[in-house]
């Protein structure tokens, strides 16, 4: 039991709490033939109740603790499953179930961990304040959180199983594909909705046996129709029936229509995702607007700023090459040092 | 994809065997010495198929390595031979056209037909050519195939104007540099000019 060992870790003091709840329970005992029923009722109740909680609370924590234990063995088996991609061997069936099974336990056990946590907050409601310390607390608070954790690592790892699936599942379809198609010398033009689906289904579904009965018919459709226009198979299978069979007349028909009704939807599908597209289109082409409008105010402002410094440097290119200025400041220059030298000479 | 024959004929009361009312067929891909052969059984299993189909039914059924769909209004049944490739939907609807057009061009005089009529009807072959590619027959298989088209037409044009989007963005940046620069010029210059009027 790993939620017993995890206890352990928290130096235990179970027995500890056990001896002082007897203790109690013998010393209120000889005095609650003399006080009020209830009052002693309530008091004996309280270390006894407290002690139930406390057991109650840790028996269900290791209820928990197990069933992530398996839930996680569960998800590790689930992993090996689903990275066997294997084109002809495919557990599709084993992995839903499963894939079920853990989705199932991981919803309970998160609904058991609240519930847990609810206990605990009962205990420590309704209980008075010497029966509960505040290392009970600290160590229930500590108890959910770590199975909280590993509860959310398992959900992580069964997320990540999922995505690994769906990747293998496409990979194996490509291949598929590639293999079908190579078959059956198509040229590969992107725009052909129709696969050769008519080798495809038979290996990797054991379901359709041709003298299997109309109602064989329906889980066969559902298989195909997953993968969009396979009106092909059912009708294979369906064809096959009917010469042994003569029964199958109306399930073709609606098969017909069905796969009338079934192009409408798509094209009509398809056409909402075309009108989503050119939204976003509008949208994008809007937006870089306004992104080319600030590059043209920022090319102005560069413009003028260039302007106006060329004017300036204009300006001083002519005061400097002008000669007025420069002989009054060479006279002033020559007087000054007239002065200075008549001044000290003479 | 291929579509090797097209029948139309009168599917009688089930104790005697569908009159021939026209045929056209493509036997272009087999040898020459099997064509008459692959006639003779495109006509037999027609008729087979034509006498077992029930009045206002449809009726596909796999004969080798052909798919053959049937369908029967009211006693004038039309059978096409398919590969197993050609969707079945067209199919039909391929069949529906034919049987529309031959009640409009023949009335209905085809009742009275009592044995093979043995006259080519180039509607018929004619609609054997146009409707090997089966987005001619069915008109909603063009439209999802145009708008598969379109689907990815939109997508290109949008990495590229995701693409325009991101020089866009460069050359704003481009150009507020080239402002700030500018700017900086302009006081630098003011700044020579106004400051040493003197040396």
Redesign the interface.
Known sequence: MQARHVQSSYRDRTDEFSGIVESRRRSIAPTAANNAPYGSGGRREDPRSAAANQSEFSKRASLIGLAIHQTSQKLSKLAQLAKRSSVFDDPTREIQELTVVIKQEISGLNGALLDLQAVRNNNSHDNDERSISRDTTSHSATVVDDLKNRLMDTTKEFKDVLTLRTENMKIQEDRMKKFSKIS?K?SAN?????R?L?SKPSPSQPAPLPWANGSSSSSSQLVPSRQG?A??SP??Q???Q??QQ?QQ?VP??DT?MQ??AE??H??ES??H??SN??T??AT??S??GE??I??DQ??E???A??E???S??T??LN?ISSNRWLMI?IFFVLIAFLMVFLFFVA | ?KITALLVLKAAPEATDPVILANASDVSHFGYFQRSSVKEFVVFVGRTVAS?T?PS??????HEEY?VHAYNRNGLCAVGFMD??Y???SA?SLLNQVIDEYQKSFGETWRSAKEDSSQPWPYLAQALTKFQD?AEADK??K???E??????I??K??DS??A??EK??S??EK??D??M???M??K???K??SCC???
């Open positions: 059956s198509e992107p725009f052909v909705r129709q050769p008519a226009e009106e092909s009708l294979l369906q064809s096959q009917q010469q003569q007349m073709l028909q017909y796969n009338r192009a409408l798509n094209v398809t056409i995702e075309l597209i050119f976003q289109l994008m082409v937006q870089q992104i080319a600030r590059i920022n090319m402002d560069t413009l700023n260039v106006g410094a060329q300036q440097l300006r001083y005061s400041k | 994809m077992r029930p039914q449809r009726q596909s059924v796999q798919k197993d490739h969707p079945v939907r039909f089966p909603l298989l439209i999802q195939r708008l598969d088209e379109t689907k990815i939109l997508h044009t949008i104007v995701l325009r989007g866009l963005d050359l704003v150009s507020s080239l402002s620069a500018s700017q010029f302009y630098q210059a003011k020579t000019n009027t003197i040396l």
